[in-house]
C-alpha cells in the first residue's frame, strides 16, 4: 500500500483552461497552442505563422491577456453563483 505524505490538493480544472483556449480567436489559439501546447520558441512561432518573431512577441502577449480575461470572467462567474 502506498502512502503519500502532505498536503492535499486537487488540479486545476483543465476543461475550463481548454473552454477558455477554444473561445479564443483563432489566430490567438494559434500561437498559444504552437508556443505552450507544442513547446515551439517564439521564434519558431513567428516563422510557422509566416510573422516577424517582433510580431510573434506581442500576438503572444494580446493572446495571452485575452486568455486572462476569458478564465477571469469564468471566475467573476462561479463566485456569482455562491
Known amino acids: 500500500e502506498d502512502v ?3 498536503i492535499e490538493f ?3 480544472d ?3 483552461l481548454e473552454g477558455a483556449i477554444i473561445k479564443l480567436p483563432a489566430r490567438y489559439r494559434q ?3 504552437l508556443r505552450f ?3 515551439y520558441s ?3 512561432v513567428a516563422k510557422l505563422m509566416n510573422i516577424t518573431p517582433a510580431n510573434a512577441q506581442r500576438l503572444l502577449w494580446r493572446a495571452k491577456e485575452q486568455l486572462k480575461n ?3 470572467e ?3 462567474q462561479n463566485y456569482e453563483k455562491f
Request: net charge negative.
Open 4 to 6: 503519500q505524505y502532505g
Open 10 to 12: 486537487s488540479l486545476p
Open 14 to 16: 483543465t476543461s475550463l
Open 31 to 33: 500561437a498559444i497552442l
Open 37 to 39: 501546447g507544442m513547446g
Open 42 to 44: 517564439t521564434k519558431e
Open 70 to 72: 476569458i478564465l477571469d
Open 74 to 76: 469564468k471566475e467573476e
